[in-house]
C-alpha cells in the first residue's frame, strides 16, 4: 500500500539555521508527493510538489524538496528558518484509485526559536 | 477570486446528534473531498463528491453522509455524533479531469473545528 512516514514528530530549529524535515515514502509505481504546511487553526497551504519532472523541487516560502527514487525519500528543506515558519508540515502522496486521493503522513511540528 | 469557503468555522455539538457542515469550493472546481482531521493528527479521507455523486469514501461508517449540489458546492452530515467525531473537518477541491487531477494539488479550506460533548 501507498503511504508516507514522517520520521520526526517535532523539529526545533534557530532562527537563521537549516531546516530538514525528512520523508520516506512507499508507492508501487512513481507517486505524486507533496508537502502541505498548516499553521493554527488553518487549513493546509501546498508548499510544492513532485510530479516526476525535475527531482528538485522548488516551492513557496523558499523552502524545497529532493526526490530520491533510490532513497524512497522527498526530504523538505529550507536555508534559512524564519519565525513565521513554525507549523504543522505533513509529506503528501497522491494515489490515482479511479480519482485522486492525498495519503498524509503524521505530520512534524516546526518549532523555531529567536 | 475565492479560495475554498467552510462554514461554520466552530461548531459545538452533544452527543447523539446530527450535524452538517458547508463547503464551496475554489472558482473553476468541480470536485470536493472531504477529511477528517483529530488533533495531533494528519486529515484522514472521508469521500469524495464529483458530478453530484460520491465517487470513493474512505474507512468512515455510514454516518457519515454526503451531498453536492448543482453548483459543486458541498455538506457532510454526521449522525448520531460520538465523542470520537471532535476533529477540524477540511474541504478541499479540485478540478475534475482524472488525467490532470492525479497531479494538481487539493486545494484546502480553513476548516469546521467540531467540538462533541
Known amino acids: 500500500a501507498q503511504s508516507v512516514t514522517q520520521l520526526d514528530s517535532h523539529v526545533s530549529v534557530s532562527e537563521g539555521t537549516p531546516v530538514l524535515l525528512r520523508c520516506n515514502y512507499s508507492?508501487?509505481?512513481?507517486?505524486?508527493l507533496f508537502w502541505y504546511v498548516q499553521h493554527p487553526n488553518k487549513g493546509l497551504q501546498l508548499l510544492l510538489k513532485?510530479?516526476?519532472?525535475?527531482?528538485l523541487v522548488k516551492g513557496i516560502n523558499g523552502f524545497e524538496a529532493e526526490f530520491k527514487k533510490s532513497e524512497t525519500s522527498f526530504h523538505l528543506t529550507k536555508p534559512s528558518a524564519h519565525m513565521s515558519d513554525a507549523a504543522e508540515y505533513f509529506c503528501?502522496?497522491?494515489?490515482?484509485?479511479?480519482?485522486?486521493?492525498?495519503?498524509f503522513g503524521t505530520g512534524t511540528r516546526l518549532l523555531v526559536s529567536p | 477570486d475565492a479560495g475554498v469557503t467552510q462554514s461554520p468555522t466552530h461548531l459545538i455539538k452533544t452527543r447523539g446528534q446530527q450535524v452538517t457542515l458547508r463547503c464551496s469550493p475554489k472558482s473553476g472546481h468541480d470536485t470536493v473531498s472531504w477529511y477528517q482531521q483529530a488533533l495531533g493528527q494528519g486529515p484522514q479521507f472521508i469521500f469524495q463528491y464529483y458530478e453530484e455523486e460520491e465517487r470513493q469514501r474512505g474507512n468512515f461508517p455510514d454516518r457519515f453522509s454526503g451531498h453536492q449540489f448543482p453548483n459543486y458546492s458541498s455538506e457532510l452530515n454526521v449522525n448520531a455524533l460520538l465523542l470520537g467525531d471532535s476533529a477540524l473537518y477540511l474541504c478541499?477541491?479540485?478540478?475534475?479531469?482524472?488525467?490532470?487531477?492525479?497531479?494538481?494539488?487539493?486545494?484546502f479550506g480553513n476548516g469546521t473545528r467540531l467540538t462533541v460533548t
Open positions: 478541499a477541491s479540485s478540478p475534475g479531469d482524472r488525467r490532470s487531477s492525479y497531479n494538481s494539488p487539493l486545494h
Open positions: 508507492s508501487s509505481y512513481s507517486p505524486s
Open positions: 503528501v502522496v497522491s494515489l490515482l484509485v479511479g480519482f485522486q486521493k492525498l495519503v
Open positions: 513532485y510530479t516526476s519532472a525535475a527531482t
